[in-house]
């Protein structure tokens, strides 16, 4: 199963034509449809949609077609409709003129004051009246279909795109654990040895003899004691899990965003305790780079489905 990013768009449009196209002709007049879905990261589905009043009666059937096909963004529905017309304007029809008409007598008998319709009144009542008229549930969900499909395809498209540095940021994150492993037990020893020759010099400058038996024994448990503190074995193997599990859930796709947000957090953390039990330069370093490549991924992480 493909990895699917949060982030897409998609479009299409629809041209309608009238069915009887001559001059005594009252029907619909021909129309383009346009529709277009834009999505982007959030923590769940929140969708929008901004429609003529024509169409806002297809509103739940979008929507039930969005939630069966994306689970997770910020997704933006946006329709038009674009009347086309030989003048350049929708001609009213003479019954449409008598209506008015006799609409407006009838208001002005009651409300003297009444303002009188103006001709761009007219013919914004006429566009309506006959993009009103059009059926548009033939035309709407197929072409809401196939955009739909394309933001799909985008997404997909835009999550591979994301899969593949993801796996970059892995392989540069699995060399910088290899070059800490043999750091580890190297430091450990380094670090015990050097707590046990100041045990033996302080008992030196203060007693002048020779460091006892005991003392010595009390010296390699502080140094031991030390030197697991300092130890981050633990932490790179555990690094190495969480690297191994990323990598399975790329494998895998689906809807994996928000575990792989999860992970992510647990990188950080092993990076950042490596960093802080660090005490040498070399060490740092790595943990300072691995820290920069995890909120790389973390960026990218936010946009996965």
């Not at 629809?14 to 009252?26: G, I, L």
């Not at 009444?114 to 969900?141: F, H, K, T």
């Not at 969480?242 to 994996?256: A, S, T």
Request: aromatic share 4%.
């Amino acid at each position: 199963m493909p990895v699917y990013s949060m982030t897409g768009y998609a479009s299409a449009q629809h041209s309608t034509a009238n069915p009887q196209p001559n001059a005594e002709s009252r029907g619909p007049a021909a129309a383009q449809l346009g529709l277009e879905v834009r999505s982007v990261n959030s923590r769940f589905l929140d969708l929008t949609f901004r429609l003529p009043e024509d169409l806002r009666q297809f509103e739940p059937v979008l929507r039930d077609l969005i939630i069966g096909k994306l689970k997770r963004g910020k997704v933006e529905v946006r329709a038009s409709i674009e009347t086309a017309n030989a003048s350049g304007v929708t001609e009213p029809s003479p019954k449409l003129l008598q209506r008015l008409n006799s609409a407006q007598d009838s208001i002005k008998s009651w409300l003297p004051q009444a303002c009188p319709l103006s001709v761009a009144d007219v013919l914004r009542l006429a566009a309506s009246e006959q993009s009103g008229a059009r059926d548009w549930s033939e035309d709407l969900m197929p072409l809401a279909q196939t955009v739909v499909k394309e933001l799909l395809s985008a997404r997909q498209r835009e999550g591979a795109r994301l899969s593949a540095m993801l796996g970059e940021r892995l392989e540069q994150l699995r060399a910088l654990a290899a070059q800490a492993t043999p750091l580890v037990p190297q430091l450990v020893e380094q670090q015990r040895q050097r707590f046990l020759d100041r045990w033996k010099e302080a008992m030196a400058l203060s007693e002048g003899s020779a460091l006892p038996e005991a003392a010595q024994d009390r010296a390699l448990t502080e140094a031991t004691a030390f030197a697991i503190r300092i130890d981050v074995a633990e932490e790179i193997t555990r690094l190495n899990s969480h690297l191994d599990e990323i990598e399975r859930l790329l494998k895998k796709g689906g809807e994996v965003g928000k575990r792989l947000d999860f992970l992510i957090q647990e990188l950080h953390r092993e990076a950042n305790t490596m960093g802080s039990k660090s005490t040498a330069l070399e060490l740092t370093h790595i943990s300072v780079d691995m820290k920069v490549l995890i909120e790389q991924m973390r960026e990218q992480v936010q946009n996965i489905e």
